[in-house]
């Protein structure tokens, strides 16, 4: 594979780590300066990023590599088609995200936005960190520097409820992380490198009991930001945060961070291979099945809007896991795709979340009659990505389920078929009656009839998620070239192994 | 010329300690410029010396031109000269830092001050240095008496904590000083070259084992390694800011060399691994004195005090790294001499600044302090995370390559100490972050006066003195963190062992 080597990995981590102290000197007294840091790192971001798009799908990389600890420890990114989809996932939703932002914090006068902002910032910088990473102690780094810049998001309220959310948060990611550095020193000292390869590189390094005890412990370790049960108690209790941090690090970049974690493990460090020889996939599979269907019914039963949005996210981050577990060509194309697929539909949902929050101060589901009337822009956003999550075509949620489906089938599992399908049934069940109430019941008093919709900084990006989601069901590589990547991608993995 | 640093080190503020009474008797204001400026002389000459390690490798120095074994004779290898730019520079921070601190609190005492803490680090600086173990007996002394007088002059209680700080410090003296008369009695010698040469051949002698056990636990007492840490919580505690962020993160490190030193080099390291089984002893205790450090820091409510028994966790964090007795082990072991000593004197200096404008040590009572001092806050907060262990502030490296060694000597619950240890740090951290940084939560609080949260906080920095230091140890525990590879390569790993 050719190697390019170039610092614009470093400088799509660094802008934003630029931008986020640029942000704390600015301060609140200008606060239009500050926010234009935020929307021109998020561009310039989006645009380096995006630059490195033509050279990975010619099947080249580019590496980085920042400093060398060790022989066969170094920080470095290496940017890799599965790296780059991520990437261009998180840093294209931070544009959206940052717009919105402003008109969220804006429009409920919150207090402490530099310090929100600050953090937001760092957040960016840590997740595109993580999508660059070239091995697991780079990732590490990474991905403990975005555990510690989410916590003061998460604890933004100041209220009990805020602070008692960030501890749970704390006390589930940094055990997590602890137990990560175990097992990456661990398979440091076994194998005496820790760089990620398409197709694993943990063949032979052990016994199979040893093998497979590593596994469980990075599993267990980048789970907990996915949300993977039973460790996913922390993620609806996050919710108490601010929506554009739930819409952007609950349902893409920290969560997503996990989830990337556990598909790297999977198909980067041990392998399709190497795990079909230990027999652990099935169990992955089937422990992340579980995760699908329980999310699934408790989303049924919140009636507060983000946490029902909450579980609906588990609900989604172990079907891509199970798409990855399955091993199959089909089934990981479904998996990553579903990646970029669920960020556009999920970050469009917590923006709706986050309008009717802003405009009309709800949260909870049963709050919700008519209000399609008064906000249609912002309901009809909201059931455009409800509709698309239950893949349904021609969303772009129907590409993602279809591929798993396929996946199930030829991996010959006919269970996951019907795990899929329940999936699917659910998220009707869950979503459906929203569409429902605000659109087709009579209003509630305080819902005025006629048009009065959010701040258009947070209209617009809600409309142009959505709007992306139909994009991407009927053209799956437009614009941001997602199946492609993905495609080349599962090739790099399913070639070796 | 250059060889001639390695003596400044230990001469310029030994002399310049006795010029101390006389320009206090002058000036008394000239007291903290002259020490200032004095310890800029061995920061220098460290550095040197660390320069001639690196290139030219290590070398002796023989003081006033005798040959050894029988002149006093200073080694300067990788490990010696590593450390002392740590004692140099960290004593010149803390130097700096006290300005203030010394006006405010001891405003009669400034001249005894000055000359202890000139004493205080040429005893420290020339235990690290000195190549003869008689010598090092010397200067462990002259560091330890200027210790307790220093430690006395401090708050209410401190008397008493510095009586028991000098029972058992004397004791741990002489066990060591006892471990000295027994190698001299087999081998007739005191340097430490000549005894490595020489010990070899009586390995399997009980005069050397019992000489061993003597030093061990000696050195075990100096470095406060559970349970003989008993005299150390009271005693940091009750000293003034400026020294315990002087001994707090230096003492116990320097002990730590020792421990190596006596070790890995007068004695081979096979016998230390082999022949006698101390590490697994010094092991575990380590990893108690992580958990009871812990817990017990835990307990308290007073954020010095909750340091202190912090201090106790990391010195198991040491000898845990100095106890697998491998190479990634011991790296990791050094490494965090110099990480946690830059951690705990940045932590220190935060907290005699918190003391200092507020009055207070008291964690409920830190709240708005982000506003107050958001610059020290800033940094009590970056090494806040590097003590939890997160990348990429110094503290996740050493923990890195701690925990590659306990892997790589199999030893399981040392590696699971050291993880939990992180967890627990988490915990009392951002216990200390919560109360500073945000409201506080209702119910449990609400004592500490019910007014509006809305009044508008002014800033109110600590003076620059001492915001200086902080802000350059905070930089300093990101930096070294980022270019700990560098410092491993070109001279950690020429520190350890060859045999490793």
Not at chain 1, 103 to 109: C, E
Not at chain 1, 290 to 299: D, H, I, P, Y
Not at chain 1, 389 to 412: D, H, R, T, V, Y
Not at chain 1, 416 to 436: E, G, K, N, Q
Request: aromatic share 12%.
């Amino acid at each position: 594979m050719d190697v390019l080597y170039s610092s614009r990995p470093l400088w799509a981590v660094l802008v934003s780590m630029i931008a986020a102290f640029l942000i704390l000197a600015t301060g609140e007294k200008n606060r239009n300066i500050r926010e234009s840091w935020t929307i021109m790192a998020a561009l310039a971001k989006f645009l380096i990023v995006f630059s490195m798009v033509p050279v990975i799908l010619q099947g080249k990389v580019i590496e980085y590599t920042i400093v060398t600890f060790y022989p066969g420890l170094l920080l470095q990114f290496r940017v890799d088609a599965f790296g780059m989809l991520f990437g261009v996932i998180a840093s294209s939703l931070w544009i959206a995200t940052s717009f919105y932002s402003i008109g969220y914090v804006r429009g409920l006068n919150e207090h402490a936005q530099t310090r929100y902002f600050f953090a937001f910032a760092m957040c960016l910088s840590s997740t595109i960190g993580i999508a660059f990473s070239a091995n697991l102690l780079t990732f590490l780094v990474f991905y403990e520097i975005l555990t510690i810049a989410t916590y003061p998001l998460v604890i933004h309220k100041e209220s009990n409820e805020g602070i008692m959310g960030g501890r749970k948060y704390l006390a589930y990611t940094l055990t997590a992380g602890c137990v990560l550095l175990f097992a990456i020193a661990m398979i440091y000292y076994m194998t005496g490198t820790l760089d990620f390869k398409a197709g694993g590189f943990m063949t032979g390094s052990g016994s199979s009991t040893v093998l497979i005890m590593l596994f469980a412990m990075l599993i267990f370790g980048f789970g907990v930001k996915a949300g993977i049960m039973p460790m996913h108690e922390w993620l609806p209790t996050a919710m108490v945060a601010p929506t554009p941090v739930s819409a952007l690090l609950h349902a893409v970049a920290v969560v997503k961070a996990g989830v990337f974690g556990c598909l790297r493990v999977i198909l980067y460090v041990f392998g399709p291979g190497l795990l079909h020889d230990l027999g652990i996939w099935l169990i992955m599979a089937y422990i992340a099945s579980f995760t699908v269907v329980v999310a699934g019914f408790l989303a049924l039963g919140q009636d507060h809007l983000k946490r029902r949005l909450a579980f609906s996210t588990i609900n989604n981050l172990a079907l891509i896991v199970v798409g990855a577990a399955l091993l199959t060509k089909s089934s990981m194309t479904g998996g990553i795709i579903h990646m970029a697929n669920h960020a556009f539909m999920k970050i469009t949902l917590f923006f709706c979340a986050g309008a009717l929050h802003v405009k009309m101060h709800k949260d909870y589901v049963s709050q919700l009659d008519g209000i399609g009337r008064q906000m249609p822009l912002t309901m009809g956003a909201f059931a455009i990505a409800a509709i698309g999550l239950s893949g349904i075509p021609p969303m772009s949620g129907f590409i993602s389920k279809w591929f798993l489906c396929l996946g199930a089938l030829e991996a010959n599992q006919i269970i996951f078929l019907f795990v899929f399908m329940t999936s699917a049934m659910l998220d009707v069940a869950f979503f459906f009656p929203i569409i429902y109430n605000s659109f087709f019941k009579k209003p509630l008093d305080d819902v005025a009839p006629h048009f009065d919709e959010a701040p258009m900084f947070m209209v617009i990006p809600l409309v142009i998620t959505a709007l992306l989601s139909i994009v991407f069901g009927i053209v799956p590589d437009a614009f941001f070239r997602f199946f492609s990547l993905t495609s080349l991608a599962v090739q790099n993995i399913m070639g070796v192994g | 010329m250059a060889d001639q640093f390695a003596a400044l080190i230990i001469v310029v503020p030994l002399i310049a300690s006795i010029f101390v009474p006389v320009i206090g008797w002058w000036k008394k204001r000239l007291c903290y410029p002259w020490v200032v400026a004095v310890l800029v002389i061995p920061l220098i000459s460290s550095l040197s010396v660390l320069n001639t390690v690196m290139t030219t490798g290590k070398f002796s120095y023989r003081l006033g031109g005798w040959a050894p074994p029988w002149g006093i004779e200073y080694m300067l290898d990788h490990l010696s000269a590593f450390v002392l730019v740590i004692v140099s520079s960290i004593s010149l921070i803390v130097a700096i830092y006290s300005k203030k601190s010394v006006e405010d609190n001891l405003p009669e005492k400034t001249v005894p001050f000055y000359t202890l803490f000139l004493l205080l680090v040429t005893g420290l600086m020339g235990i690290v240095i000195t190549g003869d173990v008689f010598n090092l007996f010397v200067f462990l002394e002259i560091s330890a008496l200027s210790c307790y007088a220093l430690i006395a002059i401090g708050e209410e209680g401190a008397p008493m904590a510095t009586f028991n700080y000098i029972i058992i410090g004397t004791i741990g003296a002489c066990f060591y000083l006892l471990g000295i008369g027994y190698l001299y009695i087999a081998t007739g010698s005191l340097n430490m070259a000549d005894l490595a040469n020489i010990l070899p051949d009586l390995y399997h002698s009980k005069v050397i084992l019992v000489a061993f056990a003597f030093f061990t636990v000696g050195l075990a007492i100096k470095a406060g390694l559970f349970p003989m840490h008993v005299w150390l919580p009271d005693a940091y505690c009750a000293a003034p800011s400026a020294v315990s962020a002087l001994i707090a993160p230096l003492m116990t490190k320097v002990a730590a060399y020792v421990m190596i030193r006596i070790m890995f080099t007068v004695f081979q390291p096979h016998f230390s691994v082999e022949i006698v089984p101390v590490f697994v002893i010094l092991g575990w205790l380590s990893v108690f004195a992580i958990f009871w450090g812990g817990i017990k820091a835990l307990a308290q409510t007073d954020l010095k005090r909750m340091l202190v028994y912090i201090v106790v966790a990391e010195v198991g964090y040491i000898v845990i790294g100095v106890s697998v007795a491998n190479r990634m082990g011991l790296t990791g072991a050094i490494l965090h001499i110099m990480n946690d000593a830059v951690m705990m004197a940045c932590l220190f200096l935060v907290v005699g600044a918190v003391l200092y404008k507020t009055g207070t040590r008291d964690i409920h009572q830190l709240r708005h302090l982000n506003k107050k001092m958001p610059f020290t806050m800033a940094a009590f907060t970056i090494t806040a995370l590097s003590m939890v262990g997160i990348p990429p502030a110094c503290g996740f490296f050493s923990k890195w390559y701690l925990i590659l060694g306990t892997i790589e000597a199999g030893q399981w619950v040392w590696a699971a100490a050291l993880l939990c240890s992180s967890l627990i740090n988490a915990v009392l951290f951002f216990r200390v972050i919560e109360c500073a940084y945000l409201k506080p939560m209702e119910p449990a609080y609400a004592h500490n006066g019910g007014e509006t949260t809305h009044e508008e906080i002014q800033r109110d920095e600590a003076p620059l003195t001492m915001l200086v230091p902080i802000v350059i140890m905070a930089a300093g525990v990101i930096l070294l963190g980022i270019f700990s590879g560098k410092i491993i390569s070109s001279v950690i790993q020429f520190a350890v062992p060859a045999s490793f």
